[in-house]
């Protein structure tokens, strides 16, 4: 592939119209004519903060599918009494509304109504809060006592249309809970004496959640409207049922679905054996829809040979409610396909089917190779992303950073249909650039920035914006704005590009949260209330899950990002934890994004 520095011409973006109903968007071609995927039929996710002695932020989701002009009525029930609408016309900007007249001594319950061509629609479910809630960014979900947590994940376990928790303990041995959205205990399961060894690299055979691996992931995988927990697991693992699993050694080891409200097995599968001589594999598992209709789980898994290189495996498999079967297997082999410590899984064509990339290399959703970026001289490196990074080039990009790469490769932009390189930056010497991020943080540029430690790049034209740019750690969408705002070592922070300092938005342990690691949060995603982010930490006592919800008003309105195919697939991944991007461009002087093509499961 032949390397450019030239970008390729479209037709500039238009820009939203903040708290209007802007003209819709057509999809593309490709993308409309696939079969919708059926994703997660959320609720409405009604959430409520307060944000000021007198005031009351209530935030709701706008849905993937919901039309064109819906509107919404905000409702008030206090202390258990009758309830008031506190609008006076229907809400068709941001959805969210400030409450100033509430008695904040008193329990306070809300919910919304939404209207649909003149027809109002049911009412949500209600959030409650409590008389005399604290003025915080915070929801708290409590949890039963147990050891330190390092991920969560999220997932519709019941049905109900609301995001439930499934966390885990890093005890020895290891454990996972799963709770409804409110903190109801549902089952825990037992990783059991192969999960003592925690080594970060070679740990035992059903240790989960160290280093780069996770091996636990929560979606819907046979689309009947409630998730399961997919893991994977070796002898001793005692499930949420109280049965056992079982293997002649403790080195073969299997994947299991787990019902997701009790914990038992639903299917087992056996891992293939490839390089079971070399050890346990452990993994990383993630989900997409590598047909473009049906979700399958992906498991990169790797083991060392010796004490030099390591093997690398990736599988896919299905789940129909019953049975697991292994859709395909992929073997790196002796080949020079660089991998990372974290996996994306997205449509990087636009033909509705989702792909496999690593910061190397690009799998189709049949196990082939698509691409890889040896050729361009790319090796392994800590962090990648792939996003709408340039709206006036069609289709999507991605960005990378090396660790230790001999020709002195820093960091690299690329075309992600093809792996088209179109920038890259070197310098004298090897070094390990061990932070990479991507994200529009200065509206003063058209597309995104990336940034590692070497300056603030305008991707788009790879022009150098800032010489010193913020801590490239992980970012969040909170204030309200299009540009992203960043979390780093506990810390909701804004970037202020003509200055290049930050200011703080949230300090996390003022709430009792810590960080999971050195600086990480358990999970951020769009998990509740409307596009804005989330950021999900464990109490230092771990016994809840603060989780850190926005306080701002915001007359944007765009649909959940958890019903955008590209971020929901992020989502079910960990990793080295990373930002979920959604499929197209998200930042100041955006188009309205197209409806995605989805349906609802088990509607």
């Known amino acids: 592939m032949k390397s450019t520095n030239r970008l390729r011409a479209a037709a500039a973006t238009a820009l939203l119209l903040l708290g209007a109903a802007p003209l819709a968007t057509p999809p593309p071609a490709a993308a409309a004519a696939a079969a919708a995927r059926p994703m997660e039929n959320l609720d409405r996710g009604v959430v409520a903060v307060r944000r000021s002695s007198t005031e009351v932020l209530v935030t709701w989701r706008l849905l993937g599918l919901d039309p064109d002009g819906i509107g919404f009525n905000v409702y008030r029930s206090t202390a258990g009494g009758a309830a008031v609408k506190l609008n006076t016309d229907p809400l068709t900007g941001g959805t969210n509304f400030v409450d100033s007249t509430a008695d904040l001594t008193r329990r306070n319950s809300y919910y919304v109504r939404s209207i649909i061509d003149g027809v109002w629609q049911p009412a949500s479910r209600s959030f409650t809060l409590t008389a005399g809630h604290a003025v915080e960014p915070v929801v708290r979900v409590p949890l039963r006592p147990g050891g330190p947590i390092k991920f969560a994940w999220v997932g519709d376990l019941d049905g109900d249309g609301a995001y439930d928790y499934v966390v885990d303990r890093q005890t020895s041995p290891q454990t996972i809970e799963a709770y409804r959205g409110d903190g109801t205990f549902l089952w825990s399961a037992n990783m059991g004496p192969n999960s003592t060894d925690q080594d970060n690299i070679e740990g035992g055979s059903s240790v989960i959640d160290v280093g780069h691996w996770d091996g636990v992931t929560v979606y819907d995988l046979d689309s009947d409207g409630r998730a399961e927990v997919a893991v994977r697991v070796a002898d001793g693992v005692t499930f949420g049922d109280g049965t056992r699993y079982t293997a002649p050694d403790d080195t073969r080891q299997a994947i299991a679905i787990l019902d997701g409200r009790t914990g038992a097995p639903r299917a087992t599968a056996p891992v293939p054996t490839d390089y079971l001589a070399d050890g346990p594999m452990p993994a990383r598992f993630g989900v997409g829809y590598l047909d473009g209709v049906t979700p399958s789980l992906v498991a990169y898994m790797k083991n060392r040979v010796g004490d030099?290189?390591?093997?690398?495996?990736?599988?896919?498999?299905?789940?129909d409610g019953s049975r697991l079967t292994n859709q395909w297997k992929w073997l790196r082999g002796g080949a020079d396909h660089a991998d990372g410590?974290?996996?994306?899984?997205?449509?990087?064509?636009?033909?509705?089917?989702?792909?496999?990339?690593?910061?190397?290399?690009?799998?189709?959703?049949?196990?082939?190779?698509?691409?890889?970026?040896?050729?361009?001289?790319?090796?392994?490196?800590?962090?990648?992303?792939?996003?709408?990074?340039?709206?006036?080039?069609?289709?999507?990009?991605?960005?990378?950073?090396?660790?230790?790469?001999?020709?002195?490769?820093?960091?690299?932009?690329?075309?992600?249909?093809?792996?088209?390189?179109?920038?890259?930056?070197?310098?004298?010497?090897?070094?390990?650039?061990?932070?990479?991020?991507?994200?529009?943080?200065?509206?003063?540029?058209?597309?995104?920035?990336?940034?590692?430690?070497?300056?603030?790049?305008?991707?788009?034209?790879?022009?150098?914006?800032?010489?010193?740019?913020?801590?490239?750690?992980?970012?969040?969408?909170?204030?309200?704005?299009?540009?992203?705002?960043?979390?780093?070592?506990?810390?909701?922070?804004?970037?202020?590009?003509?200055?290049?300092?930050v200011s703080r938005q949230v300090t996390t342990w003022n709430h009792g949260a810590v960080n999971v690691g050195t600086q990480y949060p358990a999970l951020i995603g769009d998990i509740l209330g409307d596009w804005r982010e989330e950021v999900v930490m464990p109490s230092s006592d771990h016994d809840e899950l603060v989780v850190f919800t926005t306080d701002r008003p915001t007359a944007t309105r765009l649909y959940t990002p958890a019903h955008n195919p590209a971020y929901r697939n992020?989502?079910?991944?960990?990793?080295?934890?990373?930002?979920?991007?959604?499929?197209?461009?998200?930042?100041?002087?955006?188009?309205?994004p197209p409806r995605p093509n989805i349906t609802y499961a088990g509607s």
Request: proline share 4%; glycine share 16%; no cysteine.
């Open 341 to 501: 410590h974290n996996t994306r899984i997205i449509d990087v064509d636009g033909d509705g089917r989702d792909e496999v990339a690593e910061i190397g290399f690009v799998l189709n959703g049949d196990g082939t190779l698509r691409y890889s970026l040896a050729d361009e001289g790319v090796v392994h490196g800590d962090r990648f992303h792939i996003a709408d990074l340039d709206p006036s080039r069609p289709g999507l990009e991605g960005y990378g950073v090396q660790q230790d790469n001999p020709s002195g490769l820093r960091e690299y932009y690329y075309g992600a249909q093809q792996g088209t390189m179109l920038w890259r930056h070197v310098e004298a010497g090897v070094g390990d650039v061990g932070r990479g991020m991507a994200g529009d943080i200065d509206p003063r540029f058209s597309g995104m920035e990336v940034w590692s430690f070497s300056g603030v790049y305008n991707a788009r034209g790879n022009t150098l914006t800032q010489a010193t740019g913020p801590w490239p750690h992980l970012g969040v969408f909170w204030d309200g704005d299009l540009s992203m705002e960043l979390f780093n070592d506990g810390k909701i922070e804004k970037w202020d590009p003509a200055t290049g300092g």
């Open 308 to 319: 030099g290189g390591f093997n690398l495996m990736f599988t896919a498999w299905r789940f």
């Open 570 to 592: 992020d989502m079910t991944v960990k990793g080295y934890l990373q930002d979920h991007h959604v499929d197209y461009y998200l930042g100041t002087g955006m188009a309205r």
